[in-house]
T-cell receptor
């Protein structure tokens, strides 16, 4: 069964820590995405990537960076975690092209204390 | 980007058909309509998508009006496990990113 795997289901980090959220897909998808989801705000796109070593800013990239060194792996980095980055983080992937949908991971619930 | 409008919430009796409407009056001619759902504390799950014609798969049916300004997702025999937030999404013109609105919270009642 094809899937998108996020490395942690729950994560607790301290303010100021550097945080890495990992996402791996086994479907040979070109596109990968990072969203965060907050109550009342829905899903918001942070960053996405069309190919290895390529990245594009989404709607809310501030405070985040990403890395895509291999096609199957897309990492989200919080350079210096803050409490307002407490959220559910969702990774997704898709084939390139307009007709294809996304496959989402199960999410990582990050709490910054 | 074309936007969608969905009811905030709906109830459906278990075993009955759930019909979830979506308005997308500004949809462009080459934009697809997608439906996803999100069960509590899980990532969104793809359900179905279509361009012009009605579509059916093992999960649901998608009915798109002839003018493409609205669509309806049909779950033919809703179960308690279908309780979720359902998102109707129109693909953005650059063909890459989805924009998720607030969706419809469907409650399937025993």
């Amino acid at each position: 069964d094809v899937k998108v795997t996020q490395s942690s289901r729950y994560l607790v980090k301290r303010t100021g820590e550097k945080v890495f959220l990992e996402c791996v897909q086994d479907m040979d998808h070109e596109n990968m995405f990072w969203y965060r989801q907050d109550p009342g705000l829905g899903l918001r796109l942070i960053y996405f990537s069309y190919d290895v070593k390529m990245k594009e800013k989404g709607d809310i990239p501030e405070g985040y960076s990403v890395s895509r060194e291999k096609k199957e792996r897309f990492s989200l980095i919080l350079e210096s975690a803050s409490t307002n980055q407490t959220s559910m983080y969702l990774c997704a992937s898709s084939y390139y092209g307009r007709g294809y949908g996304y496959t989402f991971g199960s999410g990582t619930r990050l709490t910054v204390v | 980007d074309a936007k969608t409008t969905q009811p905030t919430s709906m109830d459906c009796a278990e075993g009955r058909a759930a019909n979830l409407p979506c308005n997308h009056s500004t949809i462009s001619g080459n934009e697809y309509v997608y439906w996803y759902r999100q069960i509590h504390s899980q990532g969104p799950q793809y359900i179905i998508h279509g361009l012009k014609n009605n579509e059916t798969n093992e999960m649901a049916s998608l009915i798109i009006t002839e003018d493409r300004k609205s669509s309806t997702l049909i779950l033919p025999h809703a179960t308690l496990r279908d309780t979720a937030v359902y998102y109707c999404i129109v693909r953005t013109p650059n063909g890459q990113n989805f924009v998720f609105g607030p969706g419809t919270r469907l409650s399937v009642l025993p």
